[in-house]
């Protein structure tokens, strides 16, 4: 379960900034609600105090009283003009990100402000309250898009979801890292108490969908599609020792078929049996299981490629010689490496920890990274990420060469070994200083490129220079300057380049898997001093 004095920390932090709180239920381990009703319909997300949302307040003692009492409380914060807030509540699983991209499109993008992602998948964009009345309630901007103002609640990171899974605040999104955006004009004149909803379809009494008023129009992209070549220059070699020789695949991103391909070899599953993670295991008979250590008797087993399991696997037959479950290899390789239950991960995740797996293995050549050397006085924290920011890109640059990539906190936190406080305040100071550059946006998540040589050197004069949050606005100017005007420039000349190779989804206006073709794409990275392989 989260820790206790985090939600109470949290709580008080959401104070002194001057959002009213509140303690909510939680869920315990079992995922059952704390209010011990057993049907409870809203796990997790009712209050605990008698009057609700009434209740919210800034007063320090308070607060404390409340988490003191019932320590693992969720913490809620009070929307509309008791905090000074308006908050989006976006829920994809009702096409939330649908209709936002369809609002965007027709009114503009909405400016980067406060945002969480909730345990469940969705997701909170915070905003000033305008000071006048805002319509608040389900659906109130289209499918799968609540908007919550005066007299509403939403549960705040780092509370504790139905599923298990806590609130966390989105990659330099949080309070200290930008300022709470005004709420934009186009979205304060839909908002306004007379206006009837503006959404393409709502739901109706029985969750059919019905048409209503003013429907956003769906904008088509009318860019064709363009089948690339494959580049013979820019490409990563990847070679997959096998037995008694080598294997080279072609001078291409690493395909999920390559994948597959390598995990249904023998040899190559000989020498990922050989990583530490999988001590004890063997392809020619059951074994003690890794996943349920101490066990006594053999329990588990590598099984061979077969019909519908195209790569090997492991089987665990802890349950009983009928029940067993199969995982892929990589589910457990990152269970083990990062000391947790194994678990189904997300699927660009998994991809990333295989090929971890088999660079780690001999089996795959890691894609070559150039980075700045870090000064003598960064902490080892800091080391860490770092040296891990570059293994994840040597993994993700086998199949997307030179693409930015999410620094997503929870999944650094497992693969670098390092906590998730220490993952935040080590992504900060390299971001401060350029070793890491923010590169845009995808699926809502940011992305992020390793910084060169000549921006780090240029913010560590402007950091001796002057301290700080003085130290700090120059930084994030510095930054804007050197790589905001280039990146234009370059998203415009590849607006056109619109494929999708490999079943790839489009970034930033391109596919960047196929950049490494495009010359003069390659000409403004080049300019911008970013590290490319020879």
């Known amino acids: 379960m989260t820790n206790p004095n985090l939600l109470l920390e949290a709580a008080l932090t959401y104070a002194r900034a001057g959002f009213s709180v509140l303690p909510f239920h939680s869920v315990d381990p079992a995922l059952h609600c704390t209010c011990s009703k057993p049907n409870c319909t809203d796990p997790g997300k009712h209050p605990r105090t008698t009057h609700g949302v009434h209740d919210a307040t800034l007063n320090p003692q308070q607060i404390e009283t409340w988490w003191t009492r019932h320590p693992d409380s969720n913490v809620a914060i009070a929307t509309g003009t008791v905090s000074g807030i308006v908050v989006l509540d976006i829920d994809p699983r009702h096409g939330g990100d649908d209709t936002l991209t369809k609002l965007q499109a027709q009114c503009g993008e909405l400016p980067e402000t406060l945002q969480w992602l909730s345990g469940g998948g969705g997701q909170a ?3 000033q309250h305008p000071g006048d009345k805002v319509r608040s309630g389900t659906h109130v901007l289209g499918r799968g898009i609540d908007v919550k103002a005066g007299g509403g609640c939403v549960i705040a990171p780092p509370s504790r979801h139905q599923s298990g899974n806590t609130y966390w605040w989105e990659v330099c999104h949080e309070l200290g890292d930008v300022e709470l955006a005004p709420l934009p004009e186009w979205l304060r004149e839909r908002l306004q108490p007379s206006r009837k909803p503006a959404t393409a379809t709502s739901l109706s009494p029985t969750g059919t969908e019905r048409r209503v008023c003013n429907p956003v129009k769906e904008q088509e ?9 494959t580049s013979q220059e820019g490409g990563v070699l990847l070679l997959a020792r096998c037995g008694a020789g080598e294997l080279p695949l072609r001078r291409e991103s690493c395909t999920p078929e390559q994948i597959q391909l390598l995990l249904g070899n023998s040899a190559v599953i000989e020498r990922v049996l050989a990583l530490p993670e999988f001590a004890g295991a063997t392809r020619e008979a059951k074994f003690s299981c890794l996943l349920h250590p101490p066990d006594e008797h053999p329990s588990a087993a590598i099984i061979a490629p077969r019909e519908g399991y195209p790569a090997y696997n492991y089987a665990c037959f802890h349950c009983g010689k009928e029940e067993r479950s199969v995982w892929p290899l ?3 390789f990152y269970a083990r490496r990062a000391g947790k239950p194994v678990e189904e991960i997300p699927k660009p995740s998994l991809t990333t920890w295989t090929l971890r797996m088999l660079i780690e293995a001999g089996v795959l050549a890691p894609a070559d990274i150039k980075a700045t050397k870090l000064p003598d006085d960064a902490s080892k924290a800091v080391r860490t990420l770092y040296s891990g920011v570059q293994e994840l890109l040597a993994c993700k640059w086998l199949r997307t060469p030179w693409a930015p990539t999410v620094l997503a906190h929870r999944f650094m936190s497992d693969w670098c070994g390092l906590s998730e406080h220490h993952v935040r305040a080590a992504m900060k100071w390299l971001l401060r200083r350029g070793y890491l550059v923010r590169a845009g946006m995808h699926e809502k998540m940011t992305l992020f490129r390793i910084g060169a040589r000549k921006l780090v050197d240029g913010l560590t004069r402007g ?13 994030q100017e510095q930054l804007s300057d050197t790589v905001s005007d280039e990146e234009a420039k370059l998203l415009a000349e590849i607006a056109a380049h619109n494929c999708q190779r490999d079943g790839w989804r489009l970034v930033e206006g391109g596919c960047l898997a196929c950049l490494v073709t495009y010359p003069a794409a390659l000409a403004r990275f080049k ?8």
């Open 330 to 332: 990589a589910n457990v």
């Open 221 to 229: 992209n009318k860019t064709p599609n363009h089948t690339s070549k």
């Open 125 to 127: 964009l915070l905003f």
């Open 527 to 534: 300019k911008m001093g970013l590290p490319l392989c020879e």
């Open 463 to 475: 950091l001796k220079a002057c301290g700080g949050q003085q130290a700090e606005k120059q930084t």
